[in-house]
């Protein structure tokens, strides 16, 4: 028999609780707009309050609201703690405590070059290459790359019981998923060894190969140059750097390691997330929860309410004419009226159609959370847990 | 200040969700309702510029989705193959072999070789005056910055070559004010707004495009008149919900709290609103397009966001 939704009997089977009760990894994506971020915050909060440990939210989302709504001046690479006194303004006395880092993709770059270069003097010469300036910031999925391997070197160290990673709104989704794998493929390539002979050998007649002609004549021979240099440079990081992106790629396959879609109801972010949940499934990660963000009120798909708007409209100067008493001018309260239900159904609109949309997701994870619309931005902890509260009380 | 649709060329960016596609195809469906040969041009691929107008995905090649009006998706690598075949006058694609795959790689390797290619086929486009207007569904704010300022990170990387000659002209298409202009659309929303005016800031900075307006989406009605809000904090009042849910007979409760809902909403947004005017220069106009309570997006919704947006611009 499913047990009450507290914490005495443990977590209510199949809802956000339960799952992060029995996770160490928990990413959230979903396109851009829908509230991933404060959803991430939200999540990691309410574990650090009702469940206990140590619970660490990473983002990439550089938003002053965040840091100032978990107490904290700002925060960066290194991982801060949200300082109690920010829960006791909250009036909650946490069980376990909360870290927030920011994601710093030009200083994680650099640290991995440090790594993984054979010597501080290639680093050196990697670092101040000014296409490595440039690429590091831009790379394709340099982003995405950087994102999971900073969350591999969190997680190996062990600090923490949950990591909850907010990701880059990314439009192709899979791009983060992919990055591991395209990084390694990438520099392992023949292409790229290929491209790299002319600089690495003077016996290679470069005007003979109708690429470099094209290429020189697009791009300047100078330039190809550079970008030979850096790449050859990179090449020494090889082997370390392949095998660390396969190890991250281990640790987001591994059952410690969930996913939660954020989507609102609206059709385009709704249609990423679906695409998302399909190439989840698709490529076998564990695929947790699908949180529903900024969802109207239930009461306005409600018919009788409707009709009761429709008469409320329609009668309006008779309805004032009988409470006017009191209220003010009949006239005026009758025009109130009529404005209060062209509203109710203006909104009611919306709310059909993201039913509509609702009853369209076809795909069912355990999980699906519903969390209401909040109509006041949120600036502190107290709204961040409130938000908490609607995820971990929704049954979807 | 020129007219944003006697411009030439019109980037319209937004961070994601605020309806940055829908304002593009809105504001290129207008131009061709004033009687301009339009191109909209979606820059991102995976982009939905089709949804708005019902029509069936776009391609590289422009093809004619409503009278006057042309649509298309950028696609790198065809571009780079028609400026190859344009300015090397060689066929190329049969005898280089794996050209795409070797351009996959240059681009990776090389910054601002893949944006290049998307303003330099939108630049085309103008130069060539196929047009009358481009309007481009251009990268999200995250992005636009690294697009725009494109030719002149080449000009500074490239020191010679054929990539390095086009960028002066790129350059003086862009910077050209009666030209080509940038929109942000924003909606009057906490992170919406933030990103606009740092978005606007970085613009003025980085790039040497014009920011012609800012267009914010999803401005709610205001519900009430004057006066006609304490009237409704006295309608909410228990007893009188009580007396007006007889009279009406049924519940009005969830009304009033509907009501409620969109009052704080409006109240919330009106604040963002004013924190996005004073966070912008004065010089730039704010367009303001309202809130549409559709059913769907559709064709029917981006005629009507292109009449209030012709609307604000005074046609």
């Not at chain 1, 070197?153 to 794998?181: C, K, M, W």
């Not at chain 1, 016996?203 to 697009?218: G, H, K, T």
């Not at chain 2, 060329?9 to 061709?32: E, P, R, Y």
């Not at chain 2, 790689?105 to 070789?113: I, K, L, R, S």
Request: aromatic letters at 8%.
């Amino acid at each position: 028999m499913p047990g009450p939704p507290t914490t005495a009997k443990g977590p209510r089977a199949g809802s956000l609780e339960q799952l992060l009760a029995a996770k160490e990894i928990a990413i959230t994506c979903g396109s851009g707009g829908v509230g991933k971020t404060t959803a991430a915050a939200a999540a990691a909060a309410m574990v650090a309050v009702k469940q206990g440990g140590k619970v660490l939210v990473v983002t990439v989302d550089p938003a002053r609201r965040l840091a100032n709504a978990l107490g904290l001046e700002g925060f960066g690479n290194a991982e801060k703690r949200v300082p109690p006194e920010a829960f006791a303004a909250a009036g909650v006395t946490p069980r376990g405590e909360l870290w927030a880092a920011m994601l710093d993709t030009k200083e994680a770059w650099d640290r991995l070059v440090q790594r993984h270069s054979p010597d501080a003097r290639t680093a050196r010469r990697i670092l101040d290459n000014p296409l490595y300036q440039n690429v590091s910031g831009r790379f394709v999925q340099s982003h995405e790359y950087i994102a999971m391997e900073r969350l591999y070197e969190i997680h190996s160290e062990g600090d923490y019981d949950l990591i909850v990673v907010d990701t880059p709104p990314t439009r192709n989704a899979l791009d983060f998923l992919e990055a591991p794998q395209r990084m390694a493929d990438f520099f392992s390539s023949r292409f790229l060894r290929w491209l790299t002979v002319p600089y690495r050998s003077r016996l290679v007649n470069l005007a003979s190969r109708p690429f470099y002609q094209v290429a020189d004549r697009i791009l300047g021979s100078q330039f190809l140059q550079d970008i030979a240099e850096f790449f050859i440079l990179f090449q020494t990081m090889y082997a370390g750097f392949v095998e660390r992106a396969e190890a991250v790629g281990r640790l987001l396959h591994d059952r410690r390691t969930t996913f939660v879609v954020v989507s609102t109801l609206e059709a385009a972010p709704l249609r990423e997330a679906e695409f998302f949940i399909d190439a989840l499934a698709d490529k076998r990660f564990h695929m947790g929860a699908v949180v529903l963000n900024k969802v109207l009120p239930r009461y306005l798909l409600d018919e009788d309410t409707a009709a009761v708007a429709e008469r409320m409209r329609a009668r309006a100067d008779e309805v004032a004419g009988e409470v006017a008493n009191g209220a003010g001018d009949p006239e005026q309260i009758a025009r109130v009226l009529r404005e209060v239900a062209d509203s109710f159904c203006n909104f009611e609109v919306v709310a059909r159609r993201e039913a509509e949309q609702r009853a369209e997701l076809a795909l069912t994870p355990e999980v699906i959370v519903t969390v209401p619309f909040f109509e006041v931005d949120i600036h502190d902890l107290a709204g961040l847990l409130r938000l908490g509260e609607r995820m971990w009380a929704s049954h979807g | 200040m020129t007219d944003l649709l006697d411009r030439r060329l019109v980037f319209v960016t937004g961070k994601g969700g605020v309806g940055k596609s829908t304002v593009a195809a809105a504001m290129a469906l207008l131009a061709a309702h004033r009687g301009k040969r339009t191109l909209v041009c979606e820059v991102d691929a995976k982009g939905n510029l089709a949804d708005f107008f019902e029509t069936a995905p776009t391609a590289f090649r422009p093809r004619e989705i409503q009278p006057r009006l042309w649509a298309m998706s950028m696609n790198t690598e065809e571009s780079l193959r028609e400026y190859l075949n344009l300015n090397l006058r060689v066929p190329l694609m049969g005898r280089i072999g794996p050209l795409a795959h070797a351009f996959e790689f240059v681009a990776t390797a090389a910054p601002g070789v893949k944006e290049i290619l998307t303003v330099g086929k939108l630049c085309y486009e103008v130069r060539e005056r196929h047009y009358d207007l481009v309007v481009v569904d251009a990268a999200p704010t995250g992005h636009i910055v690294g697009q725009l300022a494109a030719p002149q990170a080449i000009n500074e990387l490239v020191q010679v070559g054929l990539v390095r000659q086009q960028t002066g002209w790129l350059l003086d298409i862009l910077s050209n004010p009666t030209t080509t202009g940038l929109c942000i659309v924003a909606t009057p929303e906490e992170m919406p707004v933030n990103e606009t005016i740092e978005l606007a800031g970085r613009v003025e900075r980085e790039t040497s495009v014009d920011l012609a307006a800012i267009i914010v989406n999803r401005v709610l009605p205001e519900l009430f008149g004057r006066g006609e809000e304490e009237v409704f904090e006295k309608l909410s009042e228990p007893d009188c919900v009580e007396a007006l849910s007889k009279a009406v007979g049924g519940d009005v409760g969830p009304i009033m709290a509907a009501a409620r809902l969109a009052v704080t909403m409006r109240r919330t947004r009106a604040a963002h609103l004013e924190r996005l005017r004073s966070g912008v220069e004065q010089s730039v106009p704010m367009l303001y397009v309202p809130y549409l309570f559709a059913r769907s997006h559709g064709l029917r919704s981006t005629r009507q966001l292109a009449d209030a947006l012709g609307a604000e611009l005074g046609y």
